[in-house]
C-alpha cells in the first residue's frame, strides 16, 4: 500500500498527521510537494523582456528557482521529522494540480487539506488545485481539515424550491 502526502505551506501538518493515524504501518508513505513553474518562468520572462541576456548570474528566475527548491526540500524535511517513520520525499514542478494527480496514479490513497474558505462547511472550503485534484484522483483520497473543523451551522442554506412554469393543458 503506498500512501501519497500532499505537502503544501500552511495546511501540511494536518496531512502528515493523518497519515500517522490512518496509514498502516507496512504502508509506504510519500511525501510530496509540487511548486509551480510559473512563478520562476514568469520572473525570467520579465528579466529577458525588459532587461536583456547580458547578465544571466543576476536573472530572477534562477534565483526564484533555487529558492523554491531550497523551501521546498526544508518543508519536505519537516514534514518527514514530524511523520515520525520511513517516507519518501518526493519534490515535482509543474501545474500543481495536475502533478499531484500524476503523482497519485496507482497509490492507495491521497491525502489532502481543505484549501479554501474553512469557515463554513460547503464546496468552497476547496480551493481550485484542490477541486481538480479530488474531482480527478485515481486513489482514494482522505480529505482533512487543517484545523477544527467549523459547526454543522455553518453549512450553507438549501436553495430556493424551483419555481414551476405554468401547466397548458
Do not use: Y
Not at 519537516?78 to 514542478?93: D, K, M, Y
Not at 509543474?94 to 469557515?119: K, Y
Amino acid at each position: 500500500m503506498t500512501v501519497v502526502v500532499w505537502i503544501v505551506e500552511g495546511t501540511w501538518p494536518a496531512c502528515v498527521d493523518a497519515a500517522r493515524t490512518h496509514a498502516h504501518p507496512g504502508a509506504g508513505i510519500v511525501l510530496l510537494h509540487v511548486t509551480p513553474a510559473d512563478v520562476p518562468g514568469a520572473a525570467h520572462g520579465a528579466f529577458a523582456g525588459l532587461l536583456g541576456r547580458g547578465h544571466p548570474e543576476r536573472d530572477p528566475g534562477t534565483q526564484l528557482a533555487h529558492l523554491a527548491a531550497a523551501s521546498a526540500d526544508q518543508l519536505l524535511t519537516t514534514a518527514a521529522q514530524r511523520l515520525g517513520r520511513p517516507c519518501t520525499r518526493q519534490e515535482r514542478t509543474g501545474r500543481v494540480e495536475r502533478e499531484v494527480v500524476t503523482a497519485a496514479e496507482g497509490a492507495e490513497l491521497l491525502i489532502l487539506a481543505r484549501d479554501g474558505d474553512r469557515t463554513h462547511l460547503g464546496p468552497r472550503s476547496l480551493g481550485p488545485a484542490s477541486r481538480f485534484i479530488v474531482d480527478h484522483a485515481p486513489c482514494p483520497v482522505l480529505l482533512v481539515w487543517p484545523e477544527t473543523a467549523p459547526g454543522i451551522a455553518t453549512i450553507p442554506p438549501p436553495p430556493p424550491p424551483p419555481s414551476h412554469p405554468p401547466q397548458h393543458r
